[in-house]
């Protein structure tokens, strides 16, 4: 009996540790409209880095719209708040997804469109019309021409080894990102890099690190590395417009670092910070920027890239089926 | 800070439990003989592990799931030692508890566990009944947490090397005219190695081509006990299924808590059978 007892004070001991970790697990935060909306506007306030860039005064925005949240409010009703709260900073990388619906910041709404694909097809590229991989590309007037539609869309190291053997001897290329709203940037060091004859800096971040007004990571140089791929050995002409956005723009960024590159188009549309995510207690996701990159001048890329020459496309052009802003990069070689 | 001091206060009292069992014991205790044979075993274990999860790097939610686990090891008894090797491996697809969320969020979470413990006989306690080990412990632990979120998703991992001050108290008893051996594990951290990065994209949107692990190995640090909080409770059952080879049973409870400006807070009740292949 003596021995049943210590056997049972044995394993008694044993499990004293057992279940000992409730107290450590902080609850989870109500769920209720007026608390996902205060963890939202939190959680933003303590990582967003953009807040001094745009200008934005992220407490006045609080008062314009808590009082527009209560308990008894729809979920449909506080997600047009919060969407219209989020739209504020005029970022395409602040998201919010609910099971209905994702809040998306239009950041080219009013822009000239600047391409039409169809146009540089019919017009242009005619018969010389290649699709290798993702890149649609072909020849105009003894220029090479590669359309890039999306990062999203990988880019193989053999795919642009036949293009750069394509392309050998022509007097210069063109490289179309218009309408490209981003992906992987992995695709774009790998384009990149068959330009670059030296290692580049190309540009620098910093992270938002902690909740504090300046509490950022020390700088974060990037370079573009050089290779032994083949390479395209030409003058290059970048086109661009307002749609071209995130993984496009930092793309840009990284060519307009490199010589012999030249930016045709319209401004980029921007999306120069890395997106974080978070989510509330009712289940909805959302990310924003979370870093600010700046190019070796110091210039900040999030709202976009001006070009080195500006063009648009007017409406009479386009009714003409030209594309104005390809021409004139077509001039450059000319020249 | 106040769940620091209770997470002390908890160690001191295994500690205490530990210590009383111990000044029970007899002057003239002696080495208790061990029915399980002084030999080296395979084991092979499979068994479920349930995991409760919150880390303010990805969520204000805590996340719950129960995993497949899966362990591989080799343990040598002897008369005045043991050796365990183990790797413990543990997948799971994790979730918040239902509370009328409209979304119901999920993780991927892999477990990755490889440790290596040696304990050396102290004495016999409690009236000879009980052995009592004392040893070191090393084990590398690895989680990897992805949520599925906007534009790709997001990762939080800890990579972590720690080593233990290990105790073991082991006794045995008759089952049906079969020796039945308890054995408790307590394992409390004395120093970690830790990289745990700021959250991670899934892919790196800055500069995809930068050297990952050397970023990673400049983001790890030493973190003391009260920064990165761990204990690690294992009771297991032996039972000898023939004349060699023996069935195990065994509960595990782990904890650790990262103290940092994000907090992440894990803990980890595992059962587990196990086949001991002697060889």
Not at chain 1, 139 to 152: A, L, R, T
Not at chain 1, 275 to 293: A, D, Q, R, V
Not at chain 2, 200 to 221: H, K
Request: charge should be negative; proline fraction near 4%.
């Amino acid at each position: 009996m003596k021995s049943h007892k210590r056997n049972f004070l044995f394993v008694l001991i044993s499990m004293i540790v057992w279940s000992c970790e409730d107290p450590f697990f902080e609850e989870d935060p109500a769920n209720n409209p007026v608390n996902n909306f205060e963890i939202l506007w939190n959680r933003m306030n303590d990582r967003y880095s953009f807040f001094d860039y745009k200008r934005v005064d992220w407490d006045s925005v609080y008062r314009v719209y808590r009082p527009q949240v209560n308990d008894q409010m729809s979920s449909q009703a506080l997600f047009d708040v919060m969407q219209e709260m989020l739209n504020t900073l005029r970022d395409a990388h602040v998201n919010l997804r609910t099971d209905f619906d994702i809040s998306y910041y239009n950041y080219y709404e009013d822009a000239p469109r600047n391409f039409r694909f169809q146009d540089v097809e019919n017009t242009y590229l005619k018969e010389s019309l290649r699709v290798t991989g993702f890149m649609w590309n072909g020849i105009i007037d003894s220029v090479g021409y590669i359309h890039y539609g999306s990062f999203q869309l990988p880019i193989e190291e053999q795919e642009l080894d036949f293009v750069v053997e394509r392309f050998k001897g022509l007097k210069g290329l063109i490289i179309d990102i218009r309408d490209n709203e981003g992906g992987d940037p992995l695709y774009g060091f790998r384009l990149a890099r068959r330009i670059a004859k030296e290692r580049t800096h190309i540009y620098t971040t910093v992270y938002k690190n902690g909740t504090g007004k300046d509490d950022f990571t020390a700088p974060s140089e990037a370079f573009l590395d050089i290779n032994e791929e083949a390479k395209f050995d030409l003058p290059i002409v970048l086109l661009t417009n307002r749609v071209t956005y995130s993984a496009g723009n930092f793309f840009t960024a990284m060519l307009q670092a490199l010589p012999d590159v030249t930016v045709v188009g319209d401004t980029t549309g921007g999306g120069g910070g890395v997106p974080l995510g978070w989510e509330l207690p009712n289940g909805w996701y959302f990310n924003f920027s979370n870093s600010i990159t700046y190019l070796p001048d110091g210039f900040i890329i999030e709202d976009g890239i001006p070009p080195d020459i500006q063009v648009d496309i007017t409406d009479e052009h386009r009714l003409e089926g030209r594309d104005t802003i390809l021409e004139r990069a077509l001039s450059l070689f000319s020249d | 800070m106040f769940l620091n001091r209770n997470f002390i206060r908890l160690g001191l009292l295994c500690l205490l439990g530990t210590t009383c069992l111990s000044t029970k014991a007899q002057e003239e205790a002696q080495d208790s003989v061990l029915s399980l044979p002084t030999t080296r075993y395979l084991t092979l274990g499979i068994g479920s592990k349930s995991v409760q999860l919150h880390d303010e790097h990805m969520s204000p939610l805590t996340y719950f799931g129960g995993a497949l686990n899966l362990q591989l090891g080799v343990l040598k008894r002897k008369k005045k030692s043991l050796r365990n090797f183990t790797i413990d491996m543990a997948y799971t697809n994790l979730g918040p508890q239902a509370d009328n969320r409209e979304i119901d969020p999920k993780s991927i979470y892999f477990r990755l566990d490889l440790a290596y413990a040696q304990q050396h006989y102290v004495r016999s306690i409690i009236n000879n009944t009980t052995r009592w080990y004392v040893g070191g412990k090393f084990k590398s632990h690895s989680n990897i947490r992805m949520n599925p979120q906007l534009d790709g998703a997001f990762v939080t991992f800890i990579f972590t090397n720690r080593l233990f001050l290990s105790n073991v108290l082991e006794r045995e008893l008759k089952v049906s005219g079969r020796p039945l051996t308890i054995n408790w594990q307590l394992d409390l951290p004395v120093i970690n190695h830790t990289i745990r990065p700021e959250y991670l994209n899934i892919y790196d949107f800055v500069n995809p081509e930068s050297n990952w692990v050397e970023e990673r190995v400049e983001d790890s640090e030493w973190r003391s006990i009260a920064s990165y909080s761990n204990i690690t409770s294992t009771i297991s059952l032996l039972y000898p299924i023939s004349t060699s080879n023996v069935l195990r049973f065994s509960y595990e409870w782990d904890f650790y808590r990262i103290n940092s400006e994000l907090k992440s807070t894990n803990a980890t009740h595992t059962y587990l059978f196990s086949f001991l292949f002697h060889f």
